[in-house]
């Protein structure tokens, strides 16, 4: 059985051959875009969770670099021939990875391909409810600019999924430097936006909240839609709002999801108890088809 697998737009699945020239701009500049999905893989077969909104939202990542993304009937071709070639029971990660192409050829277009990888067992957290599934710990961290900084800026690439992730690898390297197991990121005017590879939502007094895309920079999260539709439909309240850092400490749960973690409860923020409601938690995993 095999536990990653590579495919590659045009060629199909490939082995060992390379896939990257030293002159791909996504790998010499991290000019491209990427999204990450949900691989199920049961008796029926392997299946890829949301496919249709993560293949959405590569292609909005790509139209906001401006590369032309092939098209999407291809995308699915090339997802059957990677799940054809799976076999590994569990759960799995699927990732698509666009680049602008070749620099020193640009007629050859851009560089289309996905990656399938076994996902990782999370050690569970002990919690004072006893076993919540995916407790984490996490400490705040600062964005280092205010809540509208992407407002008018299309350049600075504001909730586009690109290729340079090293902000964000270097936000949870830094959590885990600091004993946690995750980041929120905060701006400097004091509101919390999301982790670095995570959407955020906050229950308070029966209402569920998440901070807006646009003008924040946040990644619209397949995950937190799913999660506050789910929450919707149950009869709770939902906002899309700012969300201050200091209703984080009061909340009745604080949530960092995402399609391939799933929704995991805050059980600690900065090493403080958060309260810990494993029903809630359990319905908010539910809702995300966890
Ligand atoms: N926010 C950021 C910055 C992310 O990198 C991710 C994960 O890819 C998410 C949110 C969660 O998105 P989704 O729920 O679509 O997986």
């Known amino acids: 059985m095999t536990s990653s697998l590579v495919a590659v737009m045009g060629r199909g699945v490939v082995g060992d051959e390379p896939v990257i020239t030293p002159d791909d701009l996504g790998f010499s500049r991290g000019d491209g875009c990427f999204d990450s999905a949900r691989v199920l893989t049961d008796e029926q077969g392997a299946r890829v969770v949301n496919l249709d909104e993560h293949l959405d939202r590569l292609a909005s990542s790509a139209a906001a670099l401006d590369i032309d993304i092939p098209a999407r009937e291809r995308w699915v071709?090339?997802?059957?021939?990677?799940?054809?070639?799976?076999?590994?029971?569990?759960?799995?990660?699927?990732?698509?990875?666009?680049?602008?192409?070749?620099?020193?050829?640009?007629?050859?277009?851009?560089?289309?391909?996905?990656?399938?990888?076994?996902?990782?067992?999370?050690?569970?957290?002990?919690?004072?409810?006893?076993?919540?599934?995916?407790?984490?710990?996490?400490?705040?961290?600062?964005?280092?600019?205010?809540?509208?900084?992407?407002?008018?800026?299309?350049?600075?690439?504001?909730?586009?999924?690109?290729?340079?992730?090293?902000?964000?690898?270097?936000a949870a390297r830094e959590a885990k430097r600091r004993g946690a197991d995750d980041a929120i990121m905060v701006t400097t005017d004091g509101y919390a936006l999301e982790g670095p590879t995570s959407g955020l939502v906050v229950v308070s007094d029966g209402v569920m909240r998440t901070a807006p895309t646009g003008d924040t920079g946040i990644l619209a999260s397949v995950t937190v839609d799913e999660v506050m539709r789910g929450a919707a439909a149950d009869g709770m309240e939902t906002r899309v709002e700012l969300v201050p850092v200091a209703d984080l400490f009061t909340a009745d749960g604080v949530f960092l999801v995402s399609s391939g973690r799933g929704p995991c409860p805050i059980v600690e923020l900065d090493g403080r108890p958060l309260p810990v409601d494993a029903e809630l938690a359990a319905r908010v995993a539910r809702a995300a088809g966890f």
């Open 77 to 170: 071709e090339l997802v059957d021939q990677a799940l054809s070639a799976w076999s590994t029971p569990g759960e799995a990660v699927m990732k698509f990875v666009l680049t602008r192409g070749r620099e020193w050829e640009p007629q050859a277009g851009p560089l289309a391909l996905l990656t399938l990888r076994e996902k990782p067992v999370l050690t569970p957290r002990p919690t004072p409810a006893g076993q919540v599934p995916r407790a984490l710990h996490a400490v705040t961290l600062t964005t280092g600019h205010p809540s509208d900084a992407f407002r008018d800026a299309p350049w600075l690439l504001g909730g586009v999924k690109t290729l340079s992730y090293v902000t964000n690898v270097a």
